[in-house]
């Protein structure tokens, strides 16, 4: 049974700091790209950042870039997404999601973590 829990959600100010895990049972993230995804109230999923299979090759949207840095420690089974300088409007729940390869639509992934709160609030 394939399990991704993701964790270190949480209230930050805007300009600061969080570090997101997402660590899996049953499969092998080394083997998988995993995606961080953020949905918004009201909105609909979108992907942040993507780290591929073996290779480990990172893309990141728009947003995203020059901010945040996706990660995957291979021994513990984990992908990360370090933020740096949170805005408003990074505000969300974070998914991370595996498919065979890094693509931003939420339909083609294999399996869901249950998704973290992010709130960046002053």
């Known amino acids: 049974q394939v399990q991704l829990v993701e964790s270190g959600g949480g209230v930050v100010q805007p300009g600061g700091s969080l570090t997101l895990s997402c660590v899996a049972s049953?499969?092998?993230?080394?083997?998988?790209?995993t995606t961080w995804f953020r949905q918004g109230p009201g909105e609909e999923r979108e992907g942040v950042s993507c780290?591929?299979?073996?290779?480990?090759?990172?893309y990141y949207q728009e947003s995203a870039k020059g901010r945040f840095t996706i990660s995957r420690d291979n021994a513990k089974n984990t992908v990360y997404l370090q933020m740096n300088d949170l805005k408003y409007e990074d505000s969300g729940v974070y998914y991370c999601?595996?498919?065979?390869?890094?693509?931003?639509?939420?339909?083609?992934?294999?399996?869901w973590g249950q998704g973290i709160q992010v709130t960046v609030s002053s």
């Open positions: 780290i591929s299979s073996n290779t480990g090759e990172t």
């Open positions: 049953g499969i092998t993230l080394e083997y998988v790209a």
């Open positions: 999601a595996t498919e065979r390869w890094c693509t931003w639509i939420p339909e083609r992934k294999s399996y």
